[in-house]
């Protein structure tokens, strides 16, 4: 069994370009509504909905293939913002929000 995310956006084009600028490809669109990206481990899937459901019921955290530093040089480089770089017990982490404001943590673990 495949564990398979799904967020809810509200512009389905706006959501797939910032999750493509996170290292997402589209594996495959269903209609105006429905996208779903190959990631290395799992599925990511992004719906849309006329209002987004409350905040905080699930998180969403990723794990960069490389350093943090790269990572948040190419988010910012398509006008992604990120937190600063944070050290924690496993790592460092850095955090973006998504389009619609849904906080994604990027953690680089420690070796």
Do not use: C
Not at 10 to 35: C, K, N, Q
Not at 52 to 67: E, I, N, Y
Not at 74 to 81: A, C, F
């Amino acid at each position: 069994m495949q564990v398979q995310t799904i967020v809810y956006v509200t512009e389905m084009d706006r959501s797939i370009g910032f999750y493509e600028h996170l290292g997402f490809e589209v594996a495959y669109r269903g209609g105006p509504s429905w996208t779903a990206f190959r990631g290395t481990d799992g599925v990511l899937a992004l719906h849309t909905v006329d209002e987004l459901p409350p905040p905080g019921r699930v998180a969403l955290s990723l794990v960069a293939d490389g350093t943090l530093e790269a990572v948040v040089k190419n988010l910012t480089g398509h006008g992604i913002e990120a937190a600063p770089i944070q050290d924690q017990p496993f790592g460092r982490s850095t955090v973006v929000r998504d389009p619609d404001g849904l906080a994604i943590q990027i953690n680089e673990h420690g070796v």
